[in-house]
């Protein structure tokens, strides 16, 4: 399989008043496509950073990002916004969606960034499109204020899915939600990489890790582990 994500001796550092935080050291990765990866860390280990790192929120301070074969480090910062609508969805742990707007006005919300103007009944069915793959093609009139939790992050991950990203990111997608709700959350995220997506995952919890393939383990900035995972089968679609 093609790599979408190659990280070449990947270093950050921050300037801490006079101390330098040495967050990532030396991260040498590669994700191919349709891989489904969690990565796992205590507090510091920089798992976070290196996600933000791959979501292109970040550079690195030194080192190689490709994505999908395209060096970050050489795009400016319209460029890097570019890539990043095109080519990568983002799920958050919060949700992050808008309170008074209806599921479908929040997932065709990243449509407006594109350079490319979609036609607004273009953007409506690709919107409807994403809820339906999620299950919430009837709650798509409903404001977040009137959906469950577990309704809630299917909207931000149709809102992921809304503009075909080759990755999905998740930063902690199930750290809001009690264990049944986590559990039909990751048999989307699994659904979903059997399509074909690229999934890679932030947690930190041991029982959510195993629905992926593979887990990275960081600690003081370094992957101390990076192993293939016999990944827990879950029974039905949500």
Do not use: W
Request: aromatic share 4%; glycine share 8%; charged share 20%.
């Amino acid at each position: 399989m093609n790599p979408v994500i190659q990280l070449t001796d990947v270093h950050k550092i921050y300037r801490t008043g006079e101390v330098n935080v040495h967050a990532v050291r030396g991260v040498t990765l590669t994700i191919a496509r349709g891989e489904f990866v969690a990565i796992m860390g205590a507090s510091g280990s920089g798992k976070s950073t290196l996600m933000n790192i791959l979501g292109c929120l970040d550079r690195p301070t030194r080192g190689q990002y490709r994505l999908d074969g395209t060096a970050v480090a050489d795009l400016d910062g319209d460029g890097l916004a570019d890539l990043r609508n095109r080519k990568l969805g983002f799920v958050f742990q919060g949700f992050n969606l808008l309170p008074r707007t209806s599921a479908l006005e929040n997932v065709e919300l990243p449509m407006m960034y594109l350079h490319e103007h979609l036609p607004a009944a273009t953007q409506r069915e690709r919107a409807l499109r994403a809820l339906a793959t999620v299950g919430l093609a009837d709650r798509a009139r409903h404001d977040p204020n009137q959906l469950s939790g577990g309704q809630q992050q299917r909207v931000a991950i149709a809102r992921a899915l809304v503009n075909a990203p080759m990755v999905l990111l998740a930063d902690e997608p199930t750290g809001n939600l009690d264990s049944q709700t986590s559990v039909e959350i990751m048999r989307v995220f699994q659904q979903l990489n059997e399509t074909g997506i690229t999934i890679v995952m932030v947690t930190h919890e041991a029982d959510i890790a195993t629905y992926a393939q593979r887990r990275l383990v960081m600690s003081d900035g370094v992957v101390v582990t990076d192993e293939p995972l016999a990944r827990r089968a879950t029974a039905g679609a949500p």
